[in-house]
Nanobody
Framework: VQLQASGGGLVQPGGSLTLSCVVS?????IGWFRQAPGKEREGISC????????YYTNAVKGRFTISRDNAKRTVHLQMNSLKPEDTAVYYC????????????????????????YGKGTLVTVSS
């Protein structure tokens, strides 16, 4: 499995940006992670093969939307109402299992990470 994220850039607070991730292979779950300067990488969203199992962390819920186009082997992350604290390198990742499944209140991808990670794309939210 290989993943290539794109779409990062500079955006003003309150603005929008869409990230895309082209996926090779046939993973079951795709996730988005981010790493802000000086912080650990954190998972933020996940989608399964059929697109019927989604997960968002509280940090992005209501502002970000994950979607999947299997025909184009692409996963998108639509980011709205961006804040300076959203500034980070964003990574897409893939897993062979149903990593979006919530077990004991925590989705598996947040508990264990994912099997494969692509190179990141930088998102900077600043005026």
């Amino acid at each position: 499995v290989q993943l290539q994220a794109s779409g990062g850039g500079l955006v003003q607070p309150g603005g929008s940006l869409t990230l895309s991730c082209v996926v090779s292979g046939s993973p079951t779950s795709i996730g988005w992670f981010r790493q802000a300067p000086g912080k650990e990488r954190e998972g933020i969203s996940c989608i399964n093969t059929n697109g019927d199992r989604l997960y968002y962390t509280n940090a992005v819920k209501g502002r970000f939307t994950i979607s999947r186009d299997n025909a184009k082997r692409t996963v998108h992350l639509q980011m709205n109402s961006l804040k300076p604290e959203d500034t980070a390198v964003y990574y897409c990742a893939a897993d062979r299992a149903e990593a979006c499944t919530v077990v004991a209140g925590t989705p598996l991808f947040l508990r264990y990470g994912m099997d494969y990670y692509g190179k990141g794309t930088l998102v900077t939210v600043s005026s």
